[in-house]
């Protein structure tokens, strides 16, 4: 329930996009105000069990649409239960672009995937190598204390 809440959190404060900053830090960001008529909800459907599982579903007139199922991974286990939930979400955003995300939220944390989320370049391959090999080699320990460089000297002479 705790994730629903957070995600429809999520989603409201996509929907309601504001215009925030100000030159002056005295001033504050204007209220959102909905220029129109209502935005109806054109498709909605929600299901909860006793067991934690749950779904839910809705779409709005102007195409904000969003979906999410969870349940309890091992449940009746005090010290291993997880809330774990998928869904996806979507919208255009105000350059008229469309925006779709889906997400995985688990023991691992929250997990989102979309094409305008930046993700890492791929690893070289020589460097997956250069570790495999790293990782292969025999550790050695040394029982001595460790040597360290003597410090240069300052660069300061005496007059």
């Not at 996509?14 to 215009?19: D, E, H, L, Q, Y």
């Not at 960001?29 to 935005?39: D, F, L, T």
């Not at 498709?43 to 934690?52: K, L, R």
């Amino acid at each position: 329930m705790k994730m629903f809440i957070a995600t429809a959190l999520g989603l409201l404060v996509i929907a309601s996009v504001t215009v925030i900053g100000s030159a002056e830090q005295h001033h504050h960001a204007p209220a959102y105000e909905h220029q129109g008529p209502p935005i109806p909800i054109v498709h909605s459907e929600s299901y909860s069990s006793h067991d934690g599982s749950y779904k839910f579903a809705y779409e709005s007139g102007n195409g904000i649409a969003a979906q999410e199922e969870g349940f309890v991974k091992n449940a009746g286990s005090k010290d291993h239960e997880v809330q774990v939930a998928h869904g996806s979400y979507s919208y255009t955003d105000p350059h008229g672009v469309p925006v779709s995300i889906s997400y995985v939220a688990d023991e691992n944390g929250f997990q989102a995937k979309g094409s305008h989320i930046p993700t890492p370049p791929p690893v070289p391959q020589e460097l997956i190598d250069a570790y495999a090999k790293a990782a292969s080699q025999p550790q050695q320990h040394h029982d001595a204390e460790p040597e360290y460089a003597q410090p240069a000297p300052h660069g300061y002479s005496a007059y």
